[in-house]
């Protein structure tokens, strides 16, 4: 846990102290455990640090509004804290956003860099503040429903409920708090006319049935970021979850090539 003035970061970190640094960054509503499936094979290469977001896990969840500068600057107080010059960075969703700030704004910081299921510009002003609204009246229970349709495709959630189950558990305890200040932090951040800047070497991972972030919104960031890859998964929202394996080993070998 590192303490800011503000708020305190829940972190955890695995890898010989030689290893190169990859830091994960995960989806609104999940926490530090939606990686799980990808420490075990990237750990054999890199330090790994995992965070909670503000807002979730065990973070503190302080009053909003939050930005997407204000959640950056707590992964950079972390590698701060933790003597890290300069990580790798892969981060989901509203994780992917964050990775697009750090990199157009920190880039002495930023590694090789991997965005999943994300956009310049995630969503409408209308969508969040509709879900802000509804958090704020009946809690998280009122949005499990949609989350978890956007999360995952029908035929995913039919074969493996618990992992469905699992998730769905991390987003009820989510703190309608934080839940409220990072959709405000998603809802007001634009930075189309920014990730042209990013000169770090990027992969771009897009799902085929991804509706919140979709194909066109990772074809945007391909064409904007010179020297980008993209890489098409069969899935919905979650890749690193729905595609786990696919999407690790394309992980894997993209930041050790």
């Given amino acids: 846990m ?9 972190y955890e970190l695995a890898g010989p102290p030689d290893y190169p640094v990859l830091v994960f960054s995960h989806a609104l509503g999940t926490n530090l455990a939606l990686w799980d499936r990808q420490v075990e094979v990237l750990q054999r290469s890199f330090r790994i640090l995992r965070y909670d977001s503000r807002g979730h896990g065990q973070s503190s969840a302080n009053h909003g509004p939050y930005t997407i500068s204000m ?10 804290e933790l003597g890290v010059a300069r990580a790798h960075f892969c981060g989901v ?30 969503g409408t002003h209308a969508k969040y ?3 802000i609204q509804e958090v704020a009246n009946a809690g998280m229970p009122a949005v499990v429903d949609e989350v978890l349709e956007g999360w995952f495709t ?4 039919g074969m493996h409920p618990s992992t469905v189950a699992f998730l769905a558990e991390a987003l009820r305890q989510t703190s309608p708090e934080g839940y409220i200040g990072c959709c405000q932090a998603i809802r007001d951040a ?9 000169k770090a070497p990027t992969l ?11 194909l066109a919104a990772a074809q945007f960031l391909n064409r904007k970021i010179q020297g980008s890859r993209l890489l098409v998964l069969e899935s919905a929202h979650l890749c690193c979850t729905e595609a786990a394996a696919e999407f690790t ?4 070998r993209f930041l050790t090539t």
């Fill in 2 to 10: 590192i303490l800011k003035k503000d708020t305190s970061i829940y």
């Fill in 71 to 80: 959640l950056a600057s707590d992964v950079v107080a972390l590698l701060d």
């Fill in 93 to 122: 969703s509203m994780g992917g956003l964050v990775g697009q700030y750090l990199a157009v704004y920190y880039p002495e910081r930023t590694g090789k860099l991997v965005l999943s299921n994300t956009a310049a510009k995630i």
């Fill in 129 to 131: 503040d509709r879900r």
């Fill in 154 to 157: 029908n035929r995913f959630r």
């Fill in 190 to 198: 634009d930075l189309r006319e920014d990730v042209e800047r990013i």
């Fill in 204 to 214: 771009i991972i897009a799902g085929t049935e991804d509706q919140a972030t979709t």
């Fill in 249 to 252: 080993e394309h992980l894997d």
